[in-house]
């Protein structure tokens, strides 16, 4: 008997190791994922819901998987404001094979908490894994379901995206579109609620150059559409789920359509202060009063300081413009010596911005060794008049930097009136901190191939870069004159003593610039110390061998086309982009979904997310030549893909099949 017993454990065992692995094999198709993900639900007795990705349905192509849940028969809250009543929580079929029954207990306990808001748990057949470094936007499979959605002004969505690949940080950017705050501020509450801390991703010019910022295929595809939606990592533990489960509790009474995109959020653990746009224009408001009541009326009263202050200015007031044109003048000449190391764009910001910095911070001292009669008063008074403007300037520009020069001003308005040397100081490098945070932000979430057309900076953006620079060279003014290097450094040879002079003016700029650079790696680092995502860079067409098979059939008064491609060598096809050209109508009908260009032209959709063979199928007039280009990128390794491109001339004849 215990044989028998022993017997049935082991096959048992068996049993369930072989589903284990039927979920954790890699070499499976995408197809087969979707079926195997299709198959499990249904065994769990889950009301599961196929939605193609395609038009017309082949048995190769992976598919999207639904599962609806009502909105239960329970009080609504009372609010003045249209409710949202679609939520969506977007999932992977990856994420759900890494760990099915987090899933399943997902469903379960949505049904268990009888929301008052219609569920939708979407499986897309999407891999975020691999990204392409190119420039199109590819239509994924999160597109062709959240285009079909009817209602998208009352329905939200949140993009669930895989903690092992993904930094912990919630996106509020897409497709031009910002997260509005309450969607943002129910997921952060989610997840401090379960002791879990998470950043969130700052808006910074997404405003002004959003066309420069990463577009996460999944998150895009429901903002484009106009669904409010943002994104955020989870894992596959219990905390996840707990998070999942205040989330959707939480909106029950945050949920409303719209809201308000213009906010800040200042955070630190688990701990957080948000800035509405309300709150915001106070602020704005509140100090631009303190700078103009600061500046005008406090700096004008007549008093014996002030006037000294003014007869210094009427001496020195050319300092201002003279010092923004020399900091324009030197970030030209430097984006032209270092134009050799434009291939690493964060290598030539540095040296263009550094030795910018460091060049001013010599002609300063040099300046100030042969002109010595500006008074530690007047030159704080430049420095709040600049720190003034520049809230106002880059407020303009865009208002999520407001904050960034408001706490530069603090600091100088507060520190200002010392002369103390380790106050002085101290300002100085203080005066960088508010720009690490927006310079981590940007980085993080700025395209590759935009980064060189942001830091290769124009006219407009060196205007900008001086701006910056030059209320930190003047405190690095008020240093010398504090400190009193000339008296300092003076040995009897001029030339010894200017020399010691620009030694140490690079050093401190050096050191400045040093602590700004580490600070933004530091944060850069620490957000994406858990990001292993494979960003496959892609080379020019090789002699990488693409086979393409052609067919033709009758189709009543048409011919029907179809070219099977497949790389002959079972390297997986990450993405075909196709274009057909006729004297006429190039096509009428096509398995694929197709957008006409023009009356003789077409483009073809094909998602990613094909494996080594793609059958494309479509119908033209009879004898109408067509002229076919396409564009493939084929996996090559685990961080390289190749870039073909063939052209393809079809006789509009019968054809019996053969190699073209």
């Not at 103009?292 to 300081?305: D, G, I, M, P, R």
């Not at 564009?631 to 090559?636: F, G, N, S």
């Amino acid at each position: 008997m215990r044989k028998i017993l022993s017997a049935v454990l082991f096959i048992l065992l068996l049993a369930i190791s072989a589903r284990s692995n039927c979920f954790s094999q890699e070499n499976f198709s995408r197809y087969q994922r979707s079926t195997n993900v299709e198959n499990y639900l249904l065994e769990r007795k889950v009301d599961a819901q196929k939605s193609l990705i395609v038009p017309k349905y082949l048995g190769t192509f992976p598919f999207n998987i639904t599962v609806d849940i009502p909105a239960q028969e329970k009080q609504e809250v009372q609010t003045d404001e249209e409710n949202i009543d679609q939520v969506i929580f977007a999932f992977t079929q990856d994420f759900f094979l890494k760990d099915p029954e987090f899933i399943i207990s997902f469903i379960e306990n949505t049904k268990q908490n009888k929301l008052p808001y219609n569920c939708t748990i979407l499986l897309s057949a999407d891999d975020e894994k691999i990204i392409l470094d190119t420039s199109e936007e590819i239509p994924c499979a999160s597109d062709y379901y959240a285009e079909r959605l009817y209602e998208t002004s009352t329905t939200c969505c949140f993009v669930i995206t895989d903690e092992d690949y993904f930094p912990l940080q919630i996106k509020t950017t897409a497709s031009g579109t910002i997260s509005p705050m309450w969607i943002v501020r129910s997921v952060q509450k989610a997840f401090h609620a379960n002791q879990k801390d998470i950043d969130v991703q700052q808006s910074v010019l997404y405003n002004t150059e959003s066309t420069l910022f990463k577009s996460a295929n999944r998150f895009s595809a429901f903002t484009k559409n106009e669904i409010t939606s943002t994104s955020f990592p989870l894992g596959h533990g219990s905390r996840d789920l707990e998070i999942l489960d205040v989330l959707e509790k939480e909106i029950i009474t945050s949920r409303k359509i719209g809201g308000n995109t213009l906010y800040n959020v200042f955070s630190a653990k688990t701990f957080s202060v948000w800035i509405n746009e309300s709150l915001l224009t106070l602020i704005y408001l509140a100090f631009a009063g303190i700078a103009l009541f600061t500046v005008c009326f406090s700096s004008f009263a007549y008093n014996a300081k002030n006037e000294a202050v003014f007869k210094d200015l009427s001496r020195t007031w050319f300092l201002t413009p003279a010092y923004l044109l020399l900091s324009i003048i030197f970030l030209f000449l430097y984006q032209f010596v270092f134009s050799a190391a434009m291939k690493s764009p964060t290598m030539f910001f540095s040296l263009k911005t550094g030795f910018a910095l460091c060049t001013l911070f010599a002609v300063s001292y040099v300046q100030n060794f042969y002109r010595f009669r500006i008074s530690h008063a007047s030159i704080s008074f430049q420095i709040l008049i600049l720190c003034a403007l520049n809230i106002f300037i880059f407020a303009f520009i865009d208002l999520s930097l407001m904050f960034v020069f408001i706490v530069e001003y603090i600091f100088i308005l507060f520190a200002g009136k010392s002369n103390r040397r380790i106050v002085v100081l101290l300002v100085l490098i203080l005066m960088i901190a508010p720009f690490i945070q927006p310079a981590t932000s940007l980085y993080l979430n700025i395209r590759h191939d935009k980064l060189e057309e942001l830091l290769k900076a124009d006219f407009k953006r060196n205007i900008i870069f001086s701006l910056i620079l030059v209320p930190i060279t003047f405190q690095w003014i008020k240093c010398i004159l504090i400190f009193n290097f000339k008296d300092r450094l003076s040995s009897g040879i001029k030339k010894t003593s200017i020399l010691s002079g620009i030694i140490i003016s690079a050093l401190f700029s050096t050191i400045l610039f040093s602590l700004f650079l580490t600070g933004t790696l530091l944060i850069t680092k620490k957000l994406t110390s858990d990001d292993t995502q494979r960003v496959i860079s892609i080379k020019e067409k090789t002699h990488e061998q693409v086979i393409f098979n052609y067919t033709t059939s009758d189709n009543f008064d048409l011919i029907s086309h179809k070219i099977d491609i497949s790389t002959g060598n079972d390297k997986r096809i990450l993405r075909c982009l196709v274009t057909l050209s006729a004297d006429s109508n190039p096509l009428y009908e096509c398995n694929f979904n197709y957008n006409m260009l023009s009356p003789t032209s077409a483009s073809i959709e094909i998602p990613d997310g094909t494996e080594d063979l793609i059958s494309l199928n479509f119908s033209s007039d009879y004898g109408v030549p067509i002229q076919i280009k396409m564009e493939l990128y084929i996996l090559t390794d685990e961080f390289n893909a190749i870039h073909e491109t063939r052209e393809i001339k079809l006789t509009g004849k019968m054809n019996d099949g053969q190699a073209i």
